[in-house]
């Protein structure tokens, strides 16, 4: 894998499974990996493994995501690319989510989302870079009781779409991973029913549900430099859940 010495990347969300994965994939490249997350605890681990800077942020707030990437673009020199791993799970019909619940799933998923954006485009308004995002598959097919999260990560699609039209011409790129059910700590409750888990595997083609890494080289791949011509795409990694029916035993 080709390797950049002025390759320096951000991590929102870097202590979820998504995000730790990712952070191991670019350790491996040369440069500065910032892992920033809502708390440090959580991140202690991560940054003891791979000896990266850590930041305290909070990704929904916006003037604390704009301080956190001015501050590595002062740094470092410039910002080359930022993942947002941010993401929650809420499964409930629309009828049995509460108001609260609404607001908190778009606040968490698409707002900081949004926030990521706003704030990165700044730090890459000279030099260009990459900015990739977390939707879901969910968001690509109707799937029963995912109505909030659905929402809130289609809203994440059309802001790749638009943001990554919008400043093409400034060299930035925009684009996003739309996972289906994945292992992760997110999930646990999920996957370690083996009712639930299996009946989830069932409406994936390939037979299985994903793992961290396998998501984490899709975001890495849209971060990459040698990958600089891609940008407005959701790619679905999800074993083929969004496009192709469930396999037949």
Same mark, same amino acid.
């Given at each position: ?21 990712? &952070? ?125 999260? &659905?929402? &809130? ?11 990554? &039209? ?84």
């Amino acid at each position: 894998m080709a390797q950049s010495s002025n390759f320096t990347a951000v991590i929102l969300g870097a202590s979820g499974g998504i995000g730790s994965a990712l &952070a191991r994939r670019l350790h491996k490249r040369k440069g500065c990996l910032i892992l920033a997350g809502r708390d440090r605890e959580k991140l202690g681990p991560l940054t003891r493994e791979l000896g990266c800077e850590v930041a305290v942020c909070d990704p929904t707030q916006v003037d604390e995501v704009e301080g956190l990437l001015k501050k590595a673009a002062k740094d470092y020199g410039s910002v080359e690319a930022i993942a947002n791993c941010v993401g929650t799970l809420l499964l409930k019909p629309v009828h049995l989510t509460t108001w609260e619940e609404w607001q908190e799933t778009l606040r968490i998923n698409l707002g900081s989302a949004f926030a990521t954006v706003r704030s990165g485009v700044k730090v890459m308004s000279r030099t260009g870079g990459s900015i990739v995002l977390c939707s879901t598959a969910a968001s690509l097919m109707g799937i029963a009781n995912h109505e909030a999260i &659905a929402a &809130a990560k289609g809203g994440i699609n059309g802001l790749v779409l638009s943001a990554a &039209a919008t400043y093409a011409s400034k060299g930035i790129r925009v684009n996003a991973v739309a996972p289906g059910m994945t292992r992760t700590p997110l999930t646990e409750r999920l996957t370690s029913n083996e009712a639930l888990r299996k009946g989830s595997e069932a409406m994936h083609a390939l037979g299985r549900i994903g793992e961290p890494d396998e998501v984490a080289a899709a975001l890495e791949f849209f971060m990459a430099p040698e990958n600089n011509w891609v940008t407005g795409q959701i790619l679905a990694v999800d074993g083929g859940l969004s496009s192709l029916a469930p396999r037949r035993t």
